[in-house]
């Protein structure tokens, strides 16, 4: 519950400035942004892009740029790295979220034991560690407790 808070408190906290808000506003009302298509629109496939359609309104594409963050489930990349961790049964996951880790970074195993020499800290061990992909935290606490860990590892 507090990771589902904490993600959409980010849509405000990490939102455009003010006055770039203002700026969009004011160009929806002077008809020169239309915001007709934003939600879920049907997306269709052309020679040329794409057919967006949403209701009474349709617009055509030829370039599209996703600016959704990812998933942070791990099953849900493609890298060869990651999938092998998975079926190696190295890296579990937390349901509906990222990676399961250790306080202090290290993956835990199928059998609910810490991986000895592999951690992970970012947008995939979200779960196990909240807010773990914002800059406010990219030294906080967790990369705190990650590198001690790494210290106390060492021979």
Request: proline share 6%.
């Amino acid at each position: 519950m507090i990771v589902g808070f904490d993600e959409g408190l980010k849509r405000y906290s990490y939102g455009p400035p003010v006055s770039a808000c203002r700026e969009l506003l004011a160009l929806i009302q002077a008809g020169i942004v239309t915001v007709d298509l934003a939600k879920d629109p049907d997306i269709t496939l052309t020679d040329t892009g794409w057919h967006l359609a949403n209701g009474d309104h349709s617009a055509a594409a030829e370039i599209m740029i996703d600016g959704v963050l990812p998933s942070p489930d791990p099953t849900k990349v493609t890298s060869s790295l990651v999938s092998g961790l998975i079926h190696g049964g190295y890296l579990t996951t937390l349901e509906d979220l990222g990676a399961r880790t250790a306080p202090d970074g290290r993956l835990i195993d199928r059998n609910d034991k810490p991986v000895p020499g592999l951690s992970l800290l970012g947008r995939l061990a979200l779960g196990s560690v909240i807010a773990a992909d914002s800059l406010h935290d990219c030294f906080g606490e967790a990369s705190s407790r990650w590198a001690d860990g790494v210290l106390s590892r060492m021979p």
